[in-house]
């Protein structure tokens, strides 16, 4: 039997329409457009298409998208300069500054340098704090994304055990995070872990993030799980080139009781909850009501 191909597009579709629609209300009631900033540093092509479609997103939103594209050998001094005048401008409520950044930049310093009530992104460390303690955060993209996929299709998560294959900063560390406020017994494992496939096998909800393309074959799922693919893995396959997840889905699928697929799983969710980030800054800068059901 085949498990549930959970659909990332529709669900993110509806996450957007949900936006749009409170953003519209947002216009009419009290006269507040949310805005987004995003700081493309370089020419990277994957990042300008991901730079592009967050535009075209936010637009379609209702949103107002302010796009700054820095020459790769702009300093870390200018950067850095510009995020003061992001943080200081109150037409913007979200800033993003697009990852990676060239060589000679301190990420680290840049991402703390945006004002933590606009940071869309959830990477200022402030922001993890605050997740980390149970306490009103913005919350990284990706994890909340997937998030709100395991509420829509469980209802609740309490007391499922969960396993997070991959201890990032942007994914597995936050996704961790989450799934712990939402009551589940959280174990994060990487690529030290031992007896990896047994402690997969424990899971109810299994998380990969670990950007190794179907290592999490149908043996490490336990019978009726729910699998998520946080992975986006270019391969050449029978001479052309294809996207593939974290997860073999041929073998997973059919052991699996649900799963997200790729592409069309977690990866259109992303943007929308950038969207539903933005929004969320934006209605915490003017003291008006959040958007329920688009935040941890
Ligand atoms: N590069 C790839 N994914 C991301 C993301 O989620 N945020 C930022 N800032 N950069 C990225």
Not at 192 to 217: K, N, Q, S, Y
């Amino acid at each position: 039997m085949t498990g549930h191909v959970i659909d990332g597009k529709a669900f993110a579709a509806d996450v957007r329409a949900r936006v749009a629609a409170h953003v519209a209300r947002l216009r009419e009631e009290h006269g507040v457009k949310p805005g987004l900033a995003v700081v493309l540093v370089g020419a990277d092509p994957a990042s300008e298409v991901y730079v592009r479609n967050k535009g075209v997103q936010t637009v379609e939103a209702g949103m107002a998208s302010f796009e700054h594209k820095l020459a790769a050998d702009t300093s870390e001094a200018d950067l850095l300069a510009l995020v003061r005048v992001l943080n200081a401008d109150p037409a913007v409520h979200g800033i993003l500054v697009q990852l990676p950044l060239p060589a000679h930049m301190n990420a680290e310093l840049v991402i703390n340098t945006i004002d933590p009530a606009k940071d869309v992104d959830g990477f200022h460390i402030s922001n993890v704090g605050l997740l980390g303690t149970g306490q009103k955060a913005m919350v990284p993209c990706t994890p909340l994304g997937c998030l709100m996929m395991l509420r829509a299709h469980h209802g609740t998560l309490a007391g499922m055990t969960a396993v997070v294959v991959g201890r990032s900063n942007i994914v597995g560390k936050p996704m961790a995070q989450l799934l712990l406020g939402d009551s589940c017994t959280v174990t994060i494992a990487h690529s030290r872990t031992r007896e990896l496939a047994a402690v997969c096998r424990g899971a109810d909800i299994l998380v990969a993030a670990v950007g190794r393309a179907e290592m999490i074959t149908g043996d490490m799922i336990k019978p009726g799980a729910t699998v998520i693919d946080v992975g986006i893995n270019r391969v050449e396959r029978d001479g052309r080139s294809r996207l593939v997840g974290d997860v073999d889905f041929a073998s997973a699928s059919v052991v699996a009781g649900a799963i997200t697929p790729v592409p069309g799983g977690v990866g259109p969710m992303t943007i929308a909850c950038l969207l539903a980030n933005t929004l969320t800054a934006c209605c915490r800068a003017h003291g008006v009501a959040e958007p329920e059901g688009l935040t941890a």
